[in-house]
């Protein structure tokens, strides 16, 4: 299944959709039966710890909405409220064959708040500064656990999706440069994890302006995705809707300018088209 956020105009309210095809269903109503939550609020994100009971509701309203052609609604991120983006470094061959290990290097973190979808594009907020693309697979955890093993690590995938893990260049810690809003690109859907039963072998393609900066696959990832979830759960819990970018190579990374246009394709997933936009401006503190 392919579950996506969507709205009919911008500024619109936020649709609940099964893609199939190029074409789009309203299957919203589902959320009016998700439980009623006083605070303190359990953490996760709502909508995804109750994804396995919510399915057959979700088929049954799709088989009585009408399509809505994909091209015409606005993409937003698939996970309204993910609890924490834990972004494996280091994390491909090419990094290991200069010396450097994932387990090694530990992991780095954007704030939640850098959440975007493919329609909300990404805005450079310090236009001077370089920021850099990483196209990665985004791993979206469906249950919670800690201290998992990597033999029953895919059990706690609730699905994946395309990652675009923005980065701004600097002296700043990293996760500083990766929290600006829109940083964080998940789309263009997610795929449930009964559809890529094997992650290991997706092959992934960014473009920007035409130009292809990356062609490779996740076969090349040091840690694939069992090792890569049981490395972050050895160090902290994680709840359904956490999303775990994969890492990407190096040699992946290169700027985008505002204008640019970002052209992003995984296998059996899907392609998103993400624009770049300038921000106010501003002069970099000293």
């Given amino acids: 299944m392919k579950i996506c956020r969507y709205q009919d105009v911008s500024g619109g309210p936020i649709r ?38 919510l399915r057959p509701q979700m088929l049954e309203l799709a088989r009585g909405a009408k399509p809505v052609p994909l091209a015409s609604v606005l993409l937003k991120s698939p996970v309204a409220n993910p609890g924490k983006f834990a972004c494996g470094a280091g994390n491909h061959t090419d990094v290991l064959a200069m010396g ?14 850098a959440a975007a979808g493919a329609s909300d594009g990404v805005t450079l907020r310090w236009p ?10 985004a791993i979206i955890i469906g249950k919670q656990g800690t201290e998992i093993p990597a033999s029953e690590a895919l059990n706690y995938v609730a ?5 675009l893990d923005m980065t701004m260049q600097g002296k700043e810690f990293p996760s500083f440069g990766k929290s600006f809003d829109s940083y964080g690109v998940i789309g263009p859907w997610m795929v449930t994890a ?8 997706l092959s992934y393609l960014l473009k920007v302006n035409d130009e292809v900066r990356t062609q490779d696959s996740t076969g090349r990832l040091v840690l694939g995705v069992p090792e890569l979830i049981e490395h972050v759960a050895s160090i902290m819990t994680l709840y359904p809707g ?6 990407t190579p190096p040699k992946s990374l290169g700027p985008v ?17 993400v624009a770049v936009r300038g921000g106010p401006g501003r002069k970099t503190p000293e």
């Fill in 257 to 273: 300018r505002p204008g640019d246009v970002m052209y992003a394709q995984m296998d059996r997933i899907g392609e998103m088209t």
């Fill in 128 to 137: 001077e500064r370089v920021t850099f693309h990483e196209i990665e697979l």
């Fill in 16 to 53: 609940i959709g099964i893609v199939e095809g190029d074409t789009v269903r309203d299957v919203s109503a589902v959320a009016e039966t998700l439980p009623s939550l006083r605070w303190p609020l359990p953490p996760g994100d709502l909508f995804i710890t109750h994804l396995g009971a």
């Fill in 159 to 163: 699905g994946y999706a395309i990652g």
């Fill in 242 to 247: 956490d999303v775990i970018f994969s890492g």
């Fill in 100 to 113: 450097g290990h994932p387990r090694k290097l530990g992991l780095l973190f954007k704030m939640t708040s």
């Fill in 194 to 201: 009964d559809e890529i039963p094997d992650p290991s072998q």
